[in-house]
């Protein structure tokens, strides 16, 4: 059973933020935005405003038993890492020092999920975004900086495969998305129809994750069988947006990247079934999509024991079920989520995945496995 089949419980239809907000919350006549130190660049202005509208509809809700104040504390809170995490964990940023008297300054980056380990395990930021778990040799590097980490699954993804709106392909098969992208098809699969006769006789032209992604990690894990294999003459980017905007700007080309940012971009790009099934929510959390994974957020230890953190911790584990459909994602069921406030609250270091990226693993398996901080043998 795939990671996502046990997340049925917390699938729904994903509707429009401040509508949604509209009908199911009642106004609210004090909430105040705050400027963060969060750069709004072409690429990510997108991804913030979708953020800051989750917020203010949280916020408009009460945001759960939190109260709703300004005012900030001079404390800040660094997060990085996965561009794919980033929409969901810069919702909560911004809904936490919305609502939260006294709260702490949250600044959240995306350098790549490989990137964002390199920074966490260097301790230059207190919380990690990961759309893989954290890797052996990961593990090392936080280990011998005497870096400890708390392991938090925070919701679902579907990667999406996308193509140009003109694109007539429809669907495609992971023996297909094998043959497109395996390391012998470098400069060999060059035009469509060589993948498929029925597809057409035109360029093939290549866009995706670079390689400090934890979507290519994933990706080439699932479809290859083996992280980190794949041909290298494609476009990478560790920015999702720029893959968006390379699918968008070629009629030939293909790309993938995840769930959020495809119904972002539903105008641009056309999402492909695989093996038949389209990612939506639903095929999401039942597991049907064969591309559906989980997200991670990870927290250092030593930093969790600062009351802010850990405020800032447990107020995300406690929002993400209505954050997460909001910017495009697939919540946990409610036990799961309640298992990770209590490992939060315990510091409960370690990982249940041994650094490997275990695409098959079920959420209750995860929860059920031992958490290590050993380092297991290659």
């Known amino acids: 059973m795939a990671l996502a089949a046990m997340a049925a419980a917390g699938a729904?239809?994903?509707?429009?933020?401040?509508?949604?907000?509209?009908?199911?919350?009642?106004?609210?006549?004090?909430?105040?935005?705050?400027?963060?130190?969060?750069?709004?660049?072409?690429?990510?202005?997108?991804?913030?405003?979708?953020?800051?509208?989750?917020?203010?509809?949280?916020?408009?809700?009460?945001?759960?038993?939190?109260?709703?104040?300004?005012?900030?504390?001079?404390e800040s809170i660094v997060i990085d890492g996965s561009s794919t995490v980033y929409p969901l964990t810069e919702a909560a940023a911004e809904?936490?020092?919305?609502?939260?008297?006294?709260?702490?300054?949250?600044?959240v980056g995306e350098s790549g999920t490989g990137g964002g380990f390199r920074k966490f395990c260097r301790s230059e930021t207190q919380i990690q975004n990961a759309s893989r778990p954290i890797l052996l040799d990961e593990m090392r590097a936080c280990d011998e900086a005497?870096?400890?980490?708390?392991?938090?699954?925070?919701?679902?993804?579907?990667?999406?495969?996308?193509?140009?709106?003109?694109?007539?392909?429809?669907?495609?098969?992971?023996?297909?998305?094998?043959?497109i992208w395996e390391p012998s098809a470098e400069g060999t699969i060059t035009r469509w129809r060589q993948v498929n006769p029925a597809w057409p006789d035109q360029a093939l032209q290549l866009f995706g994750p670079g390689t400090a992604s934890g979507t290519f990690d994933y990706f080439t894990e699932a479809v290859m069988g083996d992280?980190?294999?794949?041909?290298?003459?494609?476009?990478?980017?560790?920015?999702?947006?720029?893959?968006?905007?390379?699918?968008?700007?070629?009629?030939?080309?293909?790309?993938?990247?995840?769930?959020?940012?495809?119904?972002?971009?539903?105008?641009?790009?056309?999402?492909?079934?695989?093996?038949?099934?389209?990612p939506t929510p639903e095929t999401i959390a039942d597991g049907s999509y064969p591309l559906s994974r989980p997200m991670f957020v990870y927290v250092n230890a030593e930093a969790l024991r600062r009351p802010q953190v850990q405020r800032f911790m447990l107020y995300y584990v406690a929002n993400a079920a209505r954050l997460a459909p909001e910017v495009g994602y697939v919540p946990l069921p409610q036990s799961a989520y309640d298992t990770y406030a209590q490992r939060l609250r315990d510091i409960a270091v370690g990982t249940a995945?041994?650094?490997?990226?275990?695409?098959?693993?079920?959420?209750a398996e995860a929860i059920a496995r031992p958490l290590s901080t050993e380092i297991p043998a290659e």
């Not at 947006?241 to 790009?269: E, P, S, T």
């Not at 995945?353 to 959420?363: K, L, M, P, R, Y």
Request: overall charge neutral; aromatic content about 6%.
């Open 227 to 278: 992280g980190g294999s794949s041909r290298t003459d494609f476009t990478p980017s560790e920015d999702d947006n720029v893959i968006v905007q390379g699918v968008a700007g070629n009629a030939n080309a293909l790309g993938y990247f995840g769930f959020a940012y495809y119904l972002q971009n539903r105008d641009r790009v056309r999402s492909l079934t695989v093996d038949g099934v389209a």
């Open 95 to 107: 809904a936490f020092t919305t609502t939260q008297r006294g709260a702490a300054r949250v600044t």
């Open 146 to 179: 005497g870096v400890r980490y708390v392991e938090v699954l925070i919701a679902f993804d579907g990667l999406s495969v996308v193509v140009h709106p003109s694109n007539p392909v429809t669907g495609v098969t992971k023996a297909e998305l094998r043959r």
């Open 12 to 74: 729904g239809a994903i509707e429009t933020i401040l509508s949604q907000s509209a009908g199911t919350c009642a106004p609210s006549t004090n909430v105040t935005v705050h400027k963060r130190t969060i750069l709004m660049t072409q690429g990510n202005t997108k991804r913030a405003v979708l953020a800051l509208a989750a917020a203010l509809a949280l916020a408009a809700c009460g945001g759960g038993d939190t109260e709703t104040a300004p005012g900030s504390t001079s």
């Open 353 to 363: 995945f041994g650094g490997h990226n275990d695409v098959e693993a079920s959420i």
